[in-house]
T-cell receptor, first 115, second 113 residues
Framework: GAGVSQTPSNKVTEKGKYVELRCDPISGHTALYWYRQSLGQGPEFLIYFQGTGAADDSGLPNDRFFAVRPEGSVSTLKIQRTERGDSAVYLC?????????????FGPGTRLLVL | SQQGEEDPQALSIQEGENATMNCSYKTSINNLQWYRQNSGRGLVHLILIRSNEREKHSGRLRVTLDTSKKSSSLLITASRAADTASYFCATGPIYNQGGKLIFGQGTELSVKP
């Protein structure tokens, strides 16, 4: 079956602009995660959802970042007033259920560049 | 912030040799996982070891976990050029009952044919 997909693959924007990054999880997966990966670093947790609700958003760096998952499937990560420091690869993952032992399946990521 | 430290940061070996990567972490964990990443994009799950396990095997992979030292190692035996990638350890903190993972900085492995 299809894996996790993310669109766009690449996004170039200007400082101060608003961007939306989309994640389509594996069909039937109830848990969805967002991570951010800066160059040369490991992924850094942002937020995860169980169904439609954000179960843990402790990794969001500030209130410019927001994520939704209105129907419990597709999720959108929204970044307002982008800054150059937001440039990174944004990774989405999904798992069957929300549990520590569950394997997370990652998408290819969206590479965001803020000029 | 990331809690994992990986060692070495980069490793270059010849095909057929074994590759060993180490990971240390700070807080108590529920489990530890290893992931592989090609070309800085999507990660692929390799293996998970629970906090009450000491060793686990999967094909050419062998993972050990020492919770007293808060460390883990990943051994890839009989390496192949196709194993060239970045390898990350990720821990599931015991305080978090969801799936939050905390990743290390990774080891960049290069296997020369």
């Amino acid at each position: 079956g299809a894996g996790v997909s993310q669109t766009p693959s690449n996004k170039v924007t200007e400082k101060g602009k608003y961007v939306e990054l989309r994640c389509d999880p594996i069909s039937g997966h109830t848990a969805l995660y967002w991570y951010r990966q800066s160059l040369g670093q490991g992924p850094e947790f942002l937020i995860y959802f169980q169904g439609t609700g954000a179960a843990d958003d402790s990794g969001l760096p500030n209130d410019r970042f927001f994520a939704v998952r209105p129907e419990g499937s597709v999720s959108t990560l929204k970044i307002q007033r982008t800054e150059r420091g937001d440039s990174a690869v944004y990774l989405c993952a999904s798992s069957t259920v929300l549990a520590p032992q569950e394997t997370q399946y990652f998408g290819p990521g969206t590479r965001l560049l803020v000029l | 912030s990331q809690q994992g430290e990986e060692d070495p940061q980069a490793l270059s070996i010849q095909e057929g040799e074994n590759a060993t990567m180490n990971c240390s972490y700070k807080t108590s964990i529920n489990n530890l996982q290893w992931y592989r990443q090609n070309s800085g994009r999507g990660l692929v799950h390799l293996i998970l070891i629970r906090s009450n396990e000491r060793e686990k095997h999967s094909g050419r992979l062998r993972v050990t976990l020492d919770t007293s030292k808060k460390s883990s190692s990943l051994l890839i035996t009989a390496s192949r050029a196709a194993d060239t990638a970045s390898y990350f350890c990720a821990t599931g903190p015991i305080y978090n009952q969801g799936g939050k993972l905390i990743f290390g900085q990774g080891t960049e492995l290069s296997v020369k044919p």
